[in-house]
């Protein structure tokens, strides 16, 4: 008889009554100290079961930023926006940084990816632009990195707060209503059976999505962003170029809008795998009203053969109710912040918007 012993450093129990789930866990494992979450993978939870709760990474802010100025030997400047505006750092041509400073180049990036990822969504963009370099950094990239440090050191109390009400927009904006019958009558969202019976409050999902066309200025390839939330949580972001160079805004947007509708079957099918009742469409939020029309007007014609893929994509999506195409002005896509290195009012206006203070809230 062979008996197998599993040691774990930590879990998780998330449920609205966690502790019978933990008694019951308890004549099975050993377990030590159980207690309400506080610090888990480097992320501080704040809140009750009777109020709202946050996610924070402001510790490990903290500590790293004592250890990025030991490294460096003085004191980081503190910034209000993590990048200059309209900056491009593939336009750097100063020196190339030694085998010692590479190294700490390389050190900052991963705990400022390790930030974004736990929380921090409003330097998204600019650590995905200067990880690219992470190979072959500038000194002008550890000076724009530094930078991004001196902004979380200025702002390191903002937080994800979770919060599962209907998100309510401010702002004009236009929902179609496509009726394809006739073109895609055979498409339908597909929904696996093994899925456990739904249960609770459904919650509504968004997207954002938005594209700044040629944004490289050595590749000219177009810089997707997205923002997905759940009720009224973020829950996924990103900021990526875009695979090919697009000719026009046009294709560039519709490429972004058909990354968007790929994040909505993904999320809608993780939702229900977990047992939370979906019903309504995802809202997917894009400036582009030319995109947003072609995508719902069953009477659209491409007129772009180069999207085609992109275009026959989303228009299946929405003719099977996964997605729902909004036009929102481009002062209120939240997404706008994960294309380009924005002025510090309009950063502030949709990432502050995103974002909780955790002096301020519970």
């Not at 449920?15 to 610090?39: C, G, R, S, V």
């Not at 990048?83 to 050190?107: C, K």
């Not at 390790?114 to 632009?129: E, N, Q, T």
């Not at 509504?204 to 949580?233: C, M, N, P, Q, Y």
Request: glycine share 6%.
């Amino acid at each position: 008889m062979i008996t197998l012993q599993l040691t774990f450093d930590d879990f998780l129990i998330v449920a609205k009554d966690a502790w019978p789930i933990m008694k019951h866990m308890q004549t099975i494992y050993l377990i030590k100290n159980p207690a309400y979450p506080e610090i888990y993978l480097a992320a501080k939870y704040r809140g009750s079961p009777a109020g709202d709760w946050m996610i924070s990474c402001k510790l490990y802010i903290k500590e790293a930023i004592q250890h990025i100025e030991r490294l460096l030997d003085g004191s980081l400047r503190t910034e209000k926006s993590p990048m200059v505006t309209g900056d491009h750092p593939e336009q750097d041509e100063s020196s190339l940084l030694d085998n010692e400073w590479h190294r700490i180049y390389q050190q900052l990036i991963g705990m400022a990816l390790w930030v974004s990822i736990l929380g921090r969504l409003d330097i998204c963009f600019a650590v995905s632009s200067l990880s690219r370099f992470s190979c072959c950094p500038r000194e002008g990239h550890l000076k724009r990195l530094k930078r991004v440090w001196g902004y979380l050191k200025k702002f390191p109390n903002k937080a994800i707060g979770i919060c599962a009400d209907d998100p309510k927009y401010e702002g004009p904006q236009e929902e179609l209503k496509a009726d394809f019958e006739d073109q895609y009558r055979d498409m339908q969202e597909e929904i696996d059976p093994a899925f456990p019976e739904p249960i609770g409050t459904p919650l509504e999902t968004t997207i954002f999505f938005d594209s700044d066309h040629a944004h490289d200025t050595k590749t000219r390839r177009s810089v997707t962003g997205i923002l997905v939330v759940v009720g009224s949580t973020p829950v996924t972001w990103f900021s990526k170029r875009q695979g090919a160079v697009e000719v026009s805004p046009y294709g560039a947007e519709f490429c972004a809008m058909r990354t968007a509708s790929e994040e909505a079957v993904s999320i809608r099918y993780m939702l229900r795998a977990l047992g939370i009742p979906v019903e309504k469409p995802t809202k997917v939020f894009g400036d582009n009203l030319g995109v947003i029309q072609n995508a719902s007007i069953p009477e659209s014609t491409l007129k772009k053969k180069h999207v085609a893929i992109s275009f026959h994509r989303v228009r299946e999506c929405v003719a099977a109710k996964i997605i729902s195409p909004c036009h929102i002005e481009g002062k209120d896509n939240f997404a706008d912040i994960f294309t380009k290195a924005t002025d510090i009012s309009t950063f502030k206006h949709h990432a502050w918007d995103l974002l909780w203070n955790m002096e301020t809230r519970v």
